[in-house]
């Protein structure tokens, strides 16, 4: 489904969802099983990840070239790269990005491959450009679409860009694209139950842990592997240091942040605000009781542009992955990861935005 839809036509596309939920593991795998799978002959991969405001990996993958000739064109695009200006300021990231696939282009056509259909990725373009310059991925988007529209596909080469994010800012400014250049956004989500279940089973095979309670890590996780990782790494499987640290204090901190710039004075007046609309909201939709319902919670106080909160059905949405039934899900919001529902769920409960980790234990064992 995933080839077929992405790669079916050239053009813009967005991959996004929970920061951990495997969208460069996808992607790489993309690139690098493309020979090895099969019917990607006629195609060129190109993939650029992206740290903060640096690119920080080139990969490329062209299935029916050998491998010297691969490695002479990875060598002229790193090449190109040195003579762009990897630009930090609006009009900088703009340039820097439609200038990539332009760079691109002339390298695709100076190796006779112009009858290829050359997938350009953008990998985690959202860790480039800052808060702050959100907006100008968009009209890079947008600069890059017109580029494909109107003399990419009159010279008849087929151009797919992909831009992959984390950041519900990166995403929504992408969204603002519409219909141009075929934009569409695919919605990748965190692993289902079982395939968590496997992957936390290999975990503790492997590293003999002992008494590890799998229901308990679905229901604060819902499948995020990174968070997983952090779990175990850096809090030696302590659960309940990284409930107060991760999703608590995560929480808290949006709230306090959104209290000081909106004019509520207060972490427990914001929250107080948020009770009652949640509850007007919750009776409206039909979602009995308020309880932190995603639906009912939807962006407010600064959930979703701190990423707590996700738009799961923007205009247009094709989900790659199937997304559980499970109350941290609703039919146009999610949190994005269930820790973050239960933290607001206790403050919701308790009334108090100083909840604790057993709190929020207490609430999920009901």
Same mark, same amino acid.
């Given at each position: 489904?995933?080839? =077929? ?17 495997? *969208? ?6 993309? $690139? ?5 799978? %099969?019917?990607?002959?006629?195609? $060129? ?8 405001k640096?690119?920080?990996?080139l ?33 900088g ?12 282009? *002339? ?8 009858? =290829?259909?050359?997938?350009?990725v953008?990998d985690?373009?959202d &860790?480039?450009?800052?808060k702050?310059d ?12 017109? &580029? ?17 994010v984390?950041d ?7 969204d603002?694209?519409?219909?141009? %250049? ?37 229901n ?9 990782g ?27 942040r ?10 427990? =007046? ?8 949640g ?5 409206d ?8 319902? /995603? ?6 106080? %600064? ?6 909160t996700?738009?799961?059905? /923007?205009?247009?949405?094709?989900r790659?992955?199937?997304?559980p039934?499970e ?24 009334? =108090? ?14």
């Amino acid at each position: 489904m995933f080839i =077929k839809r992405v790669l079916g036509y050239p053009g813009i596309a967005a991959i996004y969802g929970p920061r951990g939920a495997g *969208k460069t593991t996808l992607l790489k795998l993309l $690139v690098e099983g493309a020979k090895e799978v %099969g019917g990607f002959e006629n195609f $060129v991969f190109i993939r650029y990840e992206f740290s903060e405001k640096i690119l920080s990996d080139l990969q490329l993958g062209i299935p029916e070239l050998n491998e010297g000739v691969i490695g002479e064109i990875a060598n002229e695009l790193s090449k190109s790269l040195n003579n762009l200006t990897i630009g930090t300021t609006y009009l900088g990231i703009i340039i820097a990005l439609r200038d990539i696939i332009t760079s691109v282009i *002339k390298i695709i056509e100076r190796y006779n491959l112009r009858d =290829k259909k050359v997938v350009v990725v953008y990998d985690d373009i959202d &860790k480039y450009v800052s808060k702050h310059d959100q907006d100008a991925l968009m009209a890079a988007a947008n600069a890059i679409a017109d &580029k494909i529209v109107h003399e990419y596909v009159p010279r008849r080469l087929w151009v797919k860009v992909i831009f992959a994010v984390s950041d519900n800012a990166a995403s929504g400014e992408l969204d603002r694209l519409g219909s141009k %250049g075929g934009y569409t956004p695919y919605l990748l989500w965190n692993l289902p139950k079982r395939a968590f279940r496997e992957v936390v089973d290999e975990i503790v095979m492997k590293t003999g842990v002992k008494d590890v309670d799998f229901d308990l890590l679905w229901n604060l996780l819902g499948g995020n592997v990174r968070e997983l990782g952090i779990i175990i790494t850096g809090y030696n499987w302590n659960v309940k240091a990284w409930l107060q640290d991760r999703a608590i204090n995560r929480v808290k901190e949006t709230f306090r942040r959104h209290a000081e710039s909106s004019g509520f004075g207060s972490v427990e =007046k914001a929250l107080a605000w948020l009770i009652e609309k949640g509850r007007v909201a919750a009776r409206d939709y039909g979602l009995g009781d308020f309880t932190g319902q /995603p639906d009912a919670v939807e962006g407010a106080l %600064g959930l979703l542009e701190n990423n707590i909160t996700i738009n799961i059905n /923007p205009p247009g949405v094709w989900r790659l992955s199937e997304l559980p039934s499970e109350p941290w899900i609703g039919k146009d919001y999610a949190y994005q990861i269930p820790a973050y529902y239960w933290a607001i769920r206790a403050m919701v409960e308790t009334g =108090k935005a100083n909840v604790t980790p057993e709190d929020l234990l207490k609430i999920m064992q009901h």
